[in-house]
């Protein structure tokens, strides 16, 4: 039997468990020429995926009700007719959310197990890690002795985005939910100063304190408060790399904020949006600048492995509850 | 004897004529070498200066508490002893609110009042132009079929705006205060579409009526809710132009807005602020441009001239009561 877990119902603000259902059913996995049969072995969820939840329009089409979810996920190839793949290979792509399934190699990456853990390739050196590179580099376009500010700070994204701060000599300073994780910052990412905004009353000023100099890079995982009160600290020429705003994700009201217009205006400041694969040219050059730090314990990261197919859906939910540090992955 | 604007009380919202005093003095005229006497002609009144009449920190420094207001300024030289310039010339640049003063040249570009009227080295081929020449096209990166909208698209910026994004091949669709102003953007400078905002429930279906491909460049003048409006319609990797927020320069609390943050991400969007010194390099082509529009009828402007220097605090008070069509200049 072959488990797949499908959008049951658009979630209304926070998701819960009856947003999801997993079904068991025999599909056919008989293959033609052109075509893999795929075990799963690891699937990613991350807090974009909540997005393609609703009904409404965004940069990629919502998922559909009562059809299977999909994200990246690392698969073992059981069976082969595609020239590209052989028994044995283990990949890496966006695929559905089943124990097994057929697939026609589009968009299928194959991943080494030799160089790197399999889970790997859906964080530091997956779509995590790229979009850190990508969106650092792309458009905060740091500069050595410049001050970073990143919120989300421990999270899968975060957590490279500042240790690739530091490695381009930047102050990097990083906001996050609990004590331990700031704490983690400082002692295993090796950022400057950490900020606990949860028991931080005035963020402004602990942003102010924390960056002395100013911000001159902000990226922005989480939207909300914490964002508005780093704009109070940015410097003329700040850039905001939006890369993600986990805290509006499940507001059912458009979120409001004070409005950032004068201080873009004030600043000469700009903030922009993207998606990973706006910089698929340049997915070559960060993985081997991610590949190479990683060699040379430059880098680190941190991972959340859940296990259990059937605990997708919570290890999901569990995102917009603070409790993963990194990479949150689930293990089937 | 000479008159000189200063700046009595810093304006607490709208500004009132409570906050402005013209005291008069006799200065010492007398210069000595590398120094001019100049006789204020021309004044011009922007929106900016609201920010610099507050004690808060902005990209230049607050005006003094009762020391002369400055803004762009044409003269004439009454006495020269600066290899530069000679008596009778025509000078533009940052001065004093004041019927005469005395310069010792620094900032000041010669103007030629026989290729074109003295004020419009104040606005379509001075700061205004250039806002609008650099901002729309260093920032706004227009492409030849693509949507521009421009709002306080009838002022001294959004009207060459407008005109420049036709002559680059874009549709121009523009929003202003009244029905007067929006028959002048098609009928004077040429935009597709013009939408008053004073009478117009929905903005958002206006604009997404006024522009069936979206929107891929938003000049902003004016911030507020009708900038909210905009980001409803934008196109995957449109571009924000902030360039002003008259909406909210007189606001004493921090204005609020929806959040533009899940908007950049979903569409890959960015948002830049600036100010026109930034694009120094850039003044060169802009004028050549401006020019040669100007000389091919391609580029029309509007004017809205006030006579007597005392009335400069009114006519900058109007600006934001929206009474000016084009640039807001006074004659002295």
Redesign the interface.
Known sequence: MIKTIILKNRPEGKPTLNDFETIEHDDDLSIEDGEIVLETLYVSVDPYLR?RMSAA???VEPFELNKPIHSGVIAKVLESKHDNFSDGDYVSGMLDWKTKQVSNGKGLQKVDPTKADLSTYLGVLGMTGLTAYCGLTEIGKPKEGETLVVSGAAGAVGSVVGQIGKILGLRVIGIAGTDEKVALLKSKFGFDAGINYKTTENMKQAIAEAAPDGVDVYF?NV??PI?DAVLFNIN?FARTV????IA??NNTD??????????????????????VS?FEDKFPEAIKALSGWLADNKLTYSETIVEGFENIPQAFIDLFNGKNKGKMVVKV
């Open positions: 997005g329009k965004s940069y922005d939207g909300g964002s003329k939006n890369c993600g705003a509006v994700y458009l979120p409001k904020s004070i409005s950032v217009r004068p201080f873009l205006i004030k600043n000469s400041a700009s903030m922009q949006g993207f998606i706006n």
